[in-house]
């Protein structure tokens, strides 16, 4: 349990850090509230074991100048722009594809979809691995693709290694620009919640929830690749005014990484339903799947809350009227799913990273 000692002398300073960080999130949301106790309890804890604040400095890119891009917002066009020029110039994984295509083959099977994806070596160790990692909790070890798919099904295998294999496809983001660790820790992170939340969740689609939080922010690594000066402006606007991140894409470029995101799924013919959980975790109420799409929100927002003591760099974004009600949870549920995220974050980051 975390605990905090209200009378500590770095309770303050710690409370007023933290405070920053949930300044577009409703005060008196239920669920808010227990996760600022929570993340305060966490912060506290970080300070007494020798973390220190950080400053803005080092929360700030450096050296970026020589990326500018030429950004005008008129004349670089959107979205659809964007994503064409990157997949006309960049391949994607095999194995993506012939995944694909056993899909949407009508006579398909589980074990087609085994022999595929088993065909990719670095694919399939990783797929093992996060399955056998404390996250699923099998008792048996799962040391095969096809005792995979049996225990846990076609579409879940499916999402899974379709995950693994957009990982693969970033790999040159300018480190300037970008910790990619930290941006794919954020992602596991906020798939980890997704896949804890839907398992409490009666109703949500827990064969695509790990993987649809894993590429919720896809969007921004198009953005960066292809406009990284006026990324980079971007989080900076975020961090000098405390805004969340895609408001402040939205200021910058006109429109967000969620239908960047979107249009990038959409152009790979990933399932339809993974594509709007994509576009839609800023806004789930406007979701096909309102339900499923609330929970990448909630696990958005928890991610972010489980980075501040981490030296965590942006504002959580808030959740949406009515979405987190849709999850029917007990604002009590916050505390031990992040005791839970706390036990699987590392082994599962080491998993993909």
Known sequence: ???????????????????????????????????????????????????????????????????????????????????????????????????REELDRPTSSADDVARVVGTDVALTAKLLKLVNSPLYGFAERIDSVPHAVSLLGVKEVSNLALGISTINFFKDIPPELMDMRTFWKHSISVGIFSKLLASRVRGAGVERLFTAGLLHDVGRLILFKKLPYASTQALLHARSNMLPVVDAEGEVFGYDHTEVGQTLLAAWNFPPEMTALVRHHHSPMEAPSPLDAAVVQVADNMANAAEIPAGGKFVLPGVSPGAWELLKLSPETIEPLMELYDLHIEEVLETFL
């Open 1 to 99: 349990m975390y605990q905090i000692d209200t009378r500590a002398a770095d309770f303050p300073e710690a409370e007023s850090y933290v405070r920053g960080f949930f300044l577009y999130v409703d005060p008196d949301h239920e669920a808010m509230v227990a996760l600022y106790r929570v993340t305060v309890a966490r912060t506290l804890a970080a300070l007494r074991a020798g973390w220190t604040f950080p400053t803005i400095d080092q929360l700030m890119p450096r050296n970026v100048e020589h990326l500018r891009d030429m950004f005008y917002q008129e004349q670089q066009g959107g979205p659809r722009e964007i994503v064409d020029a990157e997949t006309k110039i960049a391949s994607f994984p095999d194995v993506y594809f012939r995944l």
